[in-house]
């Protein structure tokens, strides 16, 4: 399967814990987009890269979450001290240039 | 900021109906998206409109692009029970060509 990818599926962790996502892009696509959905909603976007350039953090990314995309390939999203607030589904989406976004299948997170 | 807006939040039909939704906006957009998410999955694109009056087929789902650049809609013909899922439009905020901004999401019930 050549599509994008994100480990792991679902995690559970306690409040005050530190997790990290992982997402890995289509081949080639130099764009990668992290997004958080709660239920009810429709996707909100967290941050963009273009190749190994975080160009875009959105005001929900806070001082607790930090992604990296250092090689221009794979990316992490990783949140500290998680908050019950934090339990959502992270998505992550790649393209080609400014073209459509294929997303993976979420990294769903739940804070006790 | 710039909201989308899909009504009903749910709609429920019988297999081998037709049916139809839309996405409104009070702002102008170049670029509708439409998805389709499964439970537990990410979303899947399903039709991308780029210009305005666009009618753009897909199988049995139709989407148009409106003429004011301020709506779309999708139409799913003689719909089957795999047509389940979260329906949500998306587009591009005026000025970013990153990230996407989606609507609530409508949810599609079909009753075999």
């Known amino acids: 399967d050549t599509g994008v990818s994100q480990d792991p599926r679902h995690k559970i962790t306690k409040r005050g814990q530190n997790v990290t996502f992982r997402c890995d892009p289509i081949s080639e696509h130099n764009r990668l987009y992290w997004y958080r959905q709660t239920l009810g909603q429709g996707p909100e976007f967290l941050t963009y890269?273009?190749?190994?350039?975080?160009?875009?953090k959105s005001r929900l990314l806070s001082d607790r979450f930090s992604a990296e995309r250092p090689k221009g390939s794979f990316s992490t999203l990783e949140i500290q001290r998680t908050e019950q607030g934090d339990s959502a589904m992270y998505l992550c989406?790649?393209?080609?240039?400014?073209?459509?976004?294929?997303f993976g299948p979420g990294t769903r997170l739940t804070v006790l | 900021g710039q909201q989308l807006n899909q009504s009903p939040q749910s709609m429920f039909i019988q297999e081998g109906e037709d049916v139809s939704m839309n996405c409104t906006s009070s702002s102008i957009f170049n670029t509708w998206l439409w998805y389709k998410q499964e439970p537990g999955e990410g979303p899947v694109l399903l039709i991308a409109?780029?210009?305005?009056?666009e009618l753009t087929s897909n199988g049995r789902l139709t989407a148009q692009f409106g003429i004011t650049r301020k709506d779309s809609f999708l139409n799913i013909s003689a719909s089957i029970p795999s047509d389940v899922g979260i329906y949500f439009c998306?587009?591009?905020?005026?000025?970013?060509?990153?990230?996407?901004?989606f609507g609530k999401g409508i949810t599609l019930s079909v009753r075999p």
């Open positions: 989406a790649s393209s080609l240039g400014p073209d459509t976004q294929y």
């Open positions: 409109l780029y210009k305005a009056g």
């Open positions: 998306a587009v591009h905020p005026t000025g970013a060509n990153s990230k996407l901004t």
């Open positions: 890269f273009q190749n190994e350039a975080q160009l875009e």
